[in-house]
């Protein structure tokens, strides 16, 4: 089996990389290394059957020639965190719907099984405190907003896969993932929890965006990848979404408790209003409460996460105490 990779060498494409090549799979990883990292990659480079290709999703030669030559597809590659969203809304629309269109085209051209990664925020600003299942209302907010660029992006990229499973039958399936966390991933983003760790060992105050009270679920990467390999390898899942993450909810503030404990810190926790942290069109949308269902991907494949938050904080820290480098949180083009 012949596997690629999109955004291969970003936080959860190097996990997936280094599952599927240890089960025997050949793998192809594409990444054109703007947030993904060769340190990523280091225990499979000199492993005969893994490949790093430093190129763009968005170059359709190169994808052309990689769809053409692997027998299934894992789409991550995509611009994400909300400080580079605010920044560069433009980068984000035109990798992610440009970049999957590219793969989408190529699969369906080819005959080629392709995994979609998508993101929880498709689901946008619910205030309920609630398990949302797949087919739940999205509530999205103004375009002014610039952080909704993103969950717009994925959104389209969803319906992108869905029109061609209609259409032309491309084998496709659709992974929505909830706050990935573990080893490599880096609070250079956006991303709270090598944040809060970055600050408590450094004995720095932990900055909370907004009053703290949001809710959020925390799935570890080698969970998602097991995840993500499993809705591959089955044929029930083809033209379906799923939801694939934790559903052990805590609030922000609970968790800025949780990390100075694991830390043994006394850092001061402080509050910071969004538009401080990342400037004006982030909207409030921070203060939603976010968490998944996760009955219908147990239903599929018997998935379940199996590496709770205590497990996650202790190993972040651990890593973060070691000195090992961390880099950007997911794929990337």
């Known amino acids: 089996m012949k596997a690629l990779i999109t955004g291969g060498a970003g936080f959860i494409g190097s996990h997936l990389a280094e599952l599927l090549s240890g089960e025997g799979c050949e793998v ?23 490949h790093l290709v430093v190129e763009s999703v968005l170059s359709p030669s190169v994808v052309s020639e990689l769809v053409h030559k692997c027998d299934v597809v894992y789409h991550l590659a995509a611009a994400v965190g909300v400080r580079l969203i605010v920044e560069e809304p433009g980068r984000t629309l035109l990798t992610n719907v440009q970049g999957t269109e590219n793969v989408l085209e190529y699969c369906s051209r080819f005959g080629k099984r392709v995994l979609i990664a998508s993101s929880s925020e498709v689901y946008g600003d619910h205030r309920e405190e609630r398990l949302l299942r797949e087919n739940a209302r999205r509530i999205y907010g103004p375009t002014t907003a610039k952080r909704w660029a993103y969950a717009d992006s994925k959104a389209m990229d969803e319906f992108l896969a869905l029109a061609r499973h209609h259409e032309q039958g491309l084998d496709c399936v659709i992974a929505r993932l909830f706050n990935t966390v573990g080893p490599r991933q880096s609070g250079q983003y956006g991303n709270v929890i090598p944040r809060f760790v970055q600050w408590a060992l450094a004995g720095e105050p932990i900055q909370i965006h907004g009053d703290g009270s949001q809710t959020r679920c925390f799935c570890h990467v080698r969970d998602v990848v097991r995840a993500l390999a499993a809705l591959m390898s089955s044929s029930r899942t083809t033209g379906e979404i799923y939801n694939v993450g934790s559903t052990d909810r805590i609030r922000i ?12 810190s006394t850092s001061e926790l402080i509050f910071v209003p969004y538009e401080e942290a990342f400037g004006y069109g982030i909207d409030d949308i921070e203060m939603f409460h976010r968490a998944p269902s996760i009955e219908k991907i147990a239903s599929a494949i018997g998935w379940k996460p199996t590496i709770d938050l205590e497990a996650i904080l202790a190993e972040v820290v651990a890593v973060a105490r070691s000195g090992a480098a961390p880099v950007e949180q997911r794929a990337h083009a």
């Open 253 to 264: 503030t609970e968790l800025a408790e949780r990390v100075r404990e694991a830390v043994g």
């Open 28 to 50: 192809y990883a594409l990444d054109d290394l703007s947030t993904g990292s060769r340190q990523n990659l280091a225990a499979l480079s000199e492993r005969p059957n893994f």
